[in-house]
């Protein structure tokens, strides 16, 4: 029997240590749940263990195949560019391995029900949802194709459900910021509004957004706000991406390219058409441990066909 592709999860990153636990711990979960396949997990930037070190420990352990998915909710730089680039570096320092690369979480249903518990959570049980809007806050990204995936997710939780609206902002990087985004619900005559982080672990962006929308709640007494909590570590998660390494092994992939910023000139980021591709390297790659944030990255998503 041909033993089935390891499973390597890409995070983001997070200087927030509880934030990054989680992430471990997820991975951890995933490796119990699946004995029979190597797991490990690393991240782009910013926390340990980088991208590349995961890989190595896969190779180590006699690892040759494996389906690499982004644990990411939209498909922004790191999903379209720094991963690709991350593996392609691997396979290069290790030769004979293969990988398929999976796609991004995206708003599944699965995840819109997590979503919607959190939402349950945090409201008095006595409001009537009808009278409850919704700010989902996004991470934020100069990619507008991300950002849009943000407003596709509010509009998905909305559907169907009985909420007044879901409005959406974002905590960095995007238009409206929390602020505004709450400024936007009380002009739309909201007197009741549930701020939901789209994160699926604490860190320092959702604590961002918490801290956001306290200080703008103390400045408008005369509007009741609450906020819920990111969407965690839940079953539906661990599930998730187990569809997505099947779908990365069976090779039944679907990622979204119709408006990337790469592949088609949109307005104001014509520019960024067919851009070299190049690499982004984590803090600690190669055990050097470099410390802030390193910008002016590219991007290595490949869109030639």
């Given amino acids: 029997m041909t033993t089935p592709p390891a499973l390597l999860i890409a995070g983001h990153g997070t200087r927030d240590e509880a934030g990054a636990e989680a992430f471990r711990d997820f991975v951890r979960e995933l490796g119990r749940r699946h004995p029979e396949l190597p797991v490990a997990g690393g991240f782009i930037e910013l926390s340990p263990p980088p ?157 961002r957004v918490r801290h956001q929308t306290e200080k703008w709640a103390a400045a408008h007494p005369e509007t009741e706000v609450r906020s819920a909590d990111v969407i965690g570590p839940e079953p539906e998660l661990l599930d998730l991406v187990w569809e997505r390494y099947e779908e990365a092994v069976k090779g039944d992939l679907r990622m979204n390219c119709d408006s990337c910023v790469y592949r088609i000139a949109l307005p104001g980021f014509e520019d960024k058409v067919g851009l070299p591709q190049q690499p982004h390297f984590h803090p600690d790659d190669d055990g050097h441990h470099h410390h802030g944030h390193h910008h002016g990255h590219g991007h290595a998503h490949s869109h030639a066909h």
């Fill in 51 to 207: 991208l590349g070190e995961a890989v190595t420990e896969l190779v180590e352990r006699g690892v040759r195949r494996f389906a690499a998915v982004p644990l990411m909710l939209v498909s922004a730089g790191h999903a379209k560019g720094d991963i690709p680039a991350a593996l392609s570096r691997e396979r290069e320092r290790h030769p004979g391995i293969s990988y398929t690369y999976g796609r991004p979480l995206g708003p599944h249903p699965s995840l819109l029900r997590v979503l919607e518990r959190r939402l349950a959570e945090a409201v008095d049980p006595s409001w009537d949802p009808a009278e409850v809007t919704v700010l989902l806050v996004g991470r934020g990204s100069t990619d507008p194709d991300a950002n849009a995936e943000v407003f596709k997710a509010a509009r998905l939780l909305w559907e169907g459900r009985d909420y007044a609206a879901v409005e959406t902002a974002f905590v960095s990087l995007a238009q409206p910021d929390v602020p505004g985004g709450l400024d936007r619900c009380a002009r739309l005559g909201a007197r009741r509004i549930v701020v939901l982080p789209y994160f699926l672990f604490t860190g320092i962006l959702p604590d």
